[in-house]
């Protein structure tokens, strides 16, 4: 296939690294710095405006199958793309920062004549509010009515101590990771269950729900956001669905009073987010969950950390820098999500040139395979840190389990790590 990708920012950058070995791609860039760190890839390099449709030109787009805007522009994006149409590229996907360009956080068939139309700032809403609503639920729309959640054991959870095998599990439930001082376990009937652990469970939303139930995780009813950006405007919007007492503080009036002539039951606090006094003025010890979306990494990490030491349930913060993502999470926060990293995964899932459909911590992902085998799971020779969760066969879904047979056909759905993802592949063929 070959695919022009407009910018070579860390989003372009990594699409390209992951997508050059098997397909042929240009890159439309006029940074210099870039330029030199993409030349580094198997990818040819074009320089200059990817809206001119001189350079567009210039970089094969007449006979190219899909066109990726994703400069830091969103006319120059917006522009490109409908280029690229006109001159009869196969498929455009393009991001954008401004929401106003945007109907919904992704958008498919767009109007102007866009394939997709990814906004970042509008998919991290979306992924905050869900992490609220469905606490720990971590992104894998594939499932239909089966969720992916990660539930965090207390140190008084009266599973602390215990195996797995003593826990009574609804049936159609499983534990399928288990994260563990920057570890990932794949747990076994004897594994036992830790305080901090924290839990990857697959399974149906009511099934999830007992579960919570007999870890002892408390019910989210208070949030607070800090920052009345696109981001945090977007959460609250989502998150009133809901029915929960939502505050929101911004220390810009201005945006303040955008917040509050857009929001219908979010309370509104003109101030800083990082002023202590402020924080207990609001009763920030009562928030089961405190959201940092401003637009500084610094300052999220702040609000996140003193949130937490004035007794605030969780914390979940933006992170812009990709390499803070996993420093933010060792250090206290408990979820740091990145724009630049949800619009890398949605790229790649809608363009199916990966195996991959759903990522969890680092180092894990959810790969999709069909399997060639009829073999009952524990039959199969799986590498290390390996688990099928769930098998699709026809229209049914369901969890599988040690006895569960396998047939040709099954779709299935696996834990494992990247390194592992062909060799897996190879497993399910034999």
Same mark, same amino acid.
């Not at 919007?237 to 945006?255: G, T, V, Y």
């Not at 039959?379 to 369901?398: D, G, H, S």
């Given at each position: 296939m070959k695919i022009i990708i407009a910018g070579a920012g860390e989003v372009g950058y990594n699409i390209a690294k992951n997508l050059a070995d098997k397909h042929d791609i240009t890159i439309i860039e006029s940074d210099e710095k870039k330029i030199s760190e993409i030349e580094k890839l198997n990818v040819s390099v074009v320089r200059g405006n990817a809206a001119n449709v001189k350079v567009l030109k210039r970089a094969g787009v007449e006979n190219a199958d899909l066109l990726i805007a994703v400069t830091g522009n969103d006319e120059v994006n917006l522009l490109a793309g409908l280029a690229a149409k006109k001159l009869g590229v196969?498929?455009?996907?393009?991001?954008?920062?401004?929401?106003?360009?945007?109907?919904?956080?992704?958008?498919?068939?767009?109007?102007?004549?866009?394939?997709?139309?990814?906004?970042?700032?509008?998919?991290?809403?979306?992924?905050?509010?869900?992490?609220?609503?469905?606490?720990?639920?971590?992104?894998?729309?594939?499932?239909?009515?089966?969720?992916?959640?990660?539930?965090?054991?207390?140190?008084d959870s009266q599973v602390v101590s215990k195996k797995i095998k003593e826990i009574k599990l609804p049936r159609d439930v499983i534990i399928a990771a288990i994260y563990r001082d920057d570890r990932i376990i794949v747990p076994r009937g004897d594994t036992v269950i830790k305080a901090n652990d924290k839990l990857a469970v697959l399974g149906r939303r009511d099934s999830i729900k007992v579960l919570r139930e007999v870890i002892g995780e408390p019910v989210i009813k208070n949030v607070i956001i800090a920052?009345? $950006?696109? %981001?945090? *405007?977007?959460?609250?919007?989502?998150?009133?669905?809901?029915?929960?007492?939502? /505050? =929101?503080? !911004?220390k810009d009036e201005k945006r303040a009073e955008k917040a509050l002539n857009q929001l219908k039951r979010t309370k509104v606090v003109i101030g800083d987010a990082t002023d202590i006094d402020l924080l207990r003025e609001e009763e920030v010890e009562k928030a089961d969950v405190v959201i940092a979306t401003t637009e500084?990494?610094?300052?999220?990490?702040?609000?996140?950390?003193?949130?937490?030491?004035?007794?605030?349930?969780?914390?979940?913060?933006?992170?812009?820098?990709k390499d803070y993502v996993r420093i933010f999470e060792?250090?206290?926060?408990?979820a740091a999500l990145s724009p630049r990293k949800?619009?890398?995964?949605?790229?790649?899932?809608?363009?199916?040139?990966?195996?991959?459909?759903?990522?969890?911590?680092? $180092?894990? %992902?959810? *790969?999709?395979?069909?399997?060639?085998v009829n073999k009952k799971v524990s039959q199969i /020779? =799986?590498? !290390?840190?390996?688990?099928?969760?769930?098998?699709?066969?026809?229209?049914?879904?369901?969890v599988a389990r040690g006895d569960t047979e396998l047939r040709k056909g099954d779709i299935l759905y696996v834990l494992t790590t990247w390194d592992k993802v062909d060799e897996v592949e190879k497993r399910l063929k034999e």
């Amino acid at each position: 296939m070959k695919i022009i990708i407009a910018g070579a920012g860390e989003v372009g950058y990594n699409i390209a690294k992951n997508l050059a070995d098997k397909h042929d791609i240009t890159i439309i860039e006029s940074d210099e710095k870039k330029i030199s760190e993409i030349e580094k890839l198997n990818v040819s390099v074009v320089r200059g405006n990817a809206a001119n449709v001189k350079v567009l030109k210039r970089a094969g787009v007449e006979n190219a199958d899909l066109l990726i805007a994703v400069t830091g522009n969103d006319e120059v994006n917006l522009l490109a793309g409908l280029a690229a149409k006109k001159l009869g590229v196969g498929m455009v996907i393009v991001r954008v920062g401004n929401p106003e360009y945007a109907n919904k956080p992704v958008e498919k068939n767009h109007p102007m004549g866009y394939d997709v139309l990814i906004c970042p700032q509008l998919v991290l809403a979306s992924e905050f509010a869900k992490l609220v609503t469905i606490p720990g639920s971590i992104e894998f729309s594939e499932l239909g009515e089966l969720e992916l959640v990660e539930i965090a054991v207390r140190e008084d959870s009266q599973v602390v101590s215990k195996k797995i095998k003593e826990i009574k599990l609804p049936r159609d439930v499983i534990i399928a990771a288990i994260y563990r001082d920057d570890r990932i376990i794949v747990p076994r009937g004897d594994t036992v269950i830790k305080a901090n652990d924290k839990l990857a469970v697959l399974g149906r939303r009511d099934s999830i729900k007992v579960l919570r139930e007999v870890i002892g995780e408390p019910v989210i009813k208070n949030v607070i956001i800090a920052g009345a $950006g696109t %981001v945090g *405007i977007y959460t609250a919007k989502l998150l009133e669905r809901a029915n929960l007492n939502i /505050k =929101l503080i !911004e220390k810009d009036e201005k945006r303040a009073e955008k917040a509050l002539n857009q929001l219908k039951r979010t309370k509104v606090v003109i101030g800083d987010a990082t002023d202590i006094d402020l924080l207990r003025e609001e009763e920030v010890e009562k928030a089961d969950v405190v959201i940092a979306t401003t637009e500084s990494d610094e300052k999220n990490l702040l609000i996140a950390l003193l949130s937490k030491s004035l007794g605030a349930g969780k914390a979940f913060v933006r992170v812009e820098k990709k390499d803070y993502v996993r420093i933010f999470e060792q250090v206290g926060v408990d979820a740091a999500l990145s724009p630049r990293k949800s619009t890398y995964l949605e790229v790649m899932r809608i363009l199916q040139l990966t195996k991959a459909v759903g990522e969890m911590k680092e $180092g894990i %992902v959810v *790969i999709e395979v069909e399997c060639n085998v009829n073999k009952k799971v524990s039959q199969i /020779k =799986l590498p !290390e840190n390996t688990i099928i969760a769930v098998v699709k066969r026809n229209r049914e879904m369901f969890v599988a389990r040690g006895d569960t047979e396998l047939r040709k056909g099954d779709i299935l759905y696996v834990l494992t790590t990247w390194d592992k993802v062909d060799e897996v592949e190879k497993r399910l063929k034999e």
